[in-house]
């Protein structure tokens, strides 16, 4: 008699064993892409609504610089004004079109993992009772609830943001290149750094958030199994027996979390380090180049009103790193249940 596949991952781990190293990536991300292509029409309208946010955001530091080098010294107080209820007017634009965005993009999220969630659950029924024989009741539970809910973050911020934060970071730097390559350098320089920084992070992090989630799998299923026999419980007496028990993969789970955050915690300031180190560069060379006219105030004031914007997205890379690890690890154990083929094909 043959037995169904069992899932991966079913002893739970003690809190000294350390996650191995996690598949490989494009495989997860190539069945995600398949998952959002019938819902390509609403990802283009949020896409298109993210360009023109993109764009808009570009414009203020081009508006100061302007006024700085041209309105300001010719004292045209008419124009300034102008000027001013034009940037208004632009952020007001800005807002309808980034509400468009973030409305479109949760929608397809939420559509998604309906869809996700239906078909877990339909694949499930469809699975025989030799399945059922070994799997765990929480950890299926965890699977087609918490798994399938951490996909939702992924689907309708972190992919959006990621493409966003990528435009603007590249929109940025040709926009520097063109009024200074030399200053521009600068930051080109620190890049390979935050990229092997990225690197590192996500070998790291990701094992790590892989192990949570088979932790918070194992006290589901163990907080299952308990509630369900409570009755029990109390007759035989056994109520320090479970206390202990459930403590124990509440442990596992409390140090996984700790080792994520440990890992996590390196990224925000390494990033504020690195830009910190380039601002730094950036106004003093700036400032000797506006001293000997070879640079202009609006065009260095410019420049450090970009690069303040482009700590934002550097570090909210960190973020959507984050939440894409999270999915991948998510959408890997969801894959792994419905790649599970039933005993019985007809």
Do not use: C
Not at 83 to 92: F, K
Not at 94 to 99: K, M, R, V
Not at 164 to 186: E, F, K, P, T
Not at 321 to 329: E, H, P, S
Request: overall charge neutral.
């Amino acid at each position: 008699m043959t037995t169904a596949p069992a899932l991966p991952h079913e002893r739970p781990a003690t809190p000294r064993s350390r996650p191995g190293p996690a598949g490989p990536i494009w495989p997860i991300l190539r069945r995600l892409l398949a998952v959002m292509r019938p819902h390509g029409a609403l990802l283009l309208g949020a896409g298109l609504a993210m360009l023109i946010t993109t764009a808009i955001e570009l414009i203020p530091p081009l508006a100061i610089r302007y006024a700085i080098d041209h309105l300001v010294p010719a004292s045209q107080t008419t124009h300034l004004v102008l000027l001013a209820l034009g940037l208004m007017g632009i952020a007001v634009v800005q807002g309808l079109f980034d509400y468009t965005r973030l409305y479109t993009a949760a929608v397809v999220a939420q559509r998604i993992v309906f869809e996700l969630r239906n078909e877990v659950f339909q694949h499930l029924s469809r699975l025989s009772f030799s399945f059922y024989d070994q799997a765990r009741t929480g950890d299926l539970m965890s699977r087609v609830t918490a798994d399938i809910g951490v996909l939702t973050d992924f689907f309708g911020r972190a992919a959006i943001m990621l493409l966003s934060n990528l435009l603007l970071l590249a929109g940025i730097l040709v926009v520097l290149l063109i009024w200074d390559w030399r200053l521009a350098l600068i930051y080109l320089t620190l890049f390979p750094l935050l990229a092997h920084a990225v690197y590192v992070y996500a070998r790291r992090v990701r094992p790590a958030m892989s192990q949570v989630q088979r932790n918070q799998a194992s006290l589901t299923t163990a907080l299952q199994q308990s509630l369900a026999g409570f009755p029990e419980m109390k007759l035989f007496g056994r109520e320090g027996l479970e206390e202990a028990r459930i403590d124990r993969f509440a442990t596992e789970l409390r140090d996984a979390n700790i080792e994520t955050t440990r890992i996590t915690s390196f990224w925000m300031p390494y990033v504020q380090v690195l830009a910190g180190i380039g601002t730094a560069l950036v106004l003093w060379l700036g400032g000797l180049g506006v001293i000997d006219d070879s640079l202009t105030l609006g065009t260095l004031i410019g420049f450090a009103t970009y690069i303040a914007m482009l700590v934002r997205p550097i570090r909210q890379s960190g973020m959507v790193l984050n939440i894409a690890l999270y999915a991948l690890v998510a959408a890997e154990r969801v894959f792994e249940v419905l790649d599970i083929p039933p005993e019985i094909q007809d």
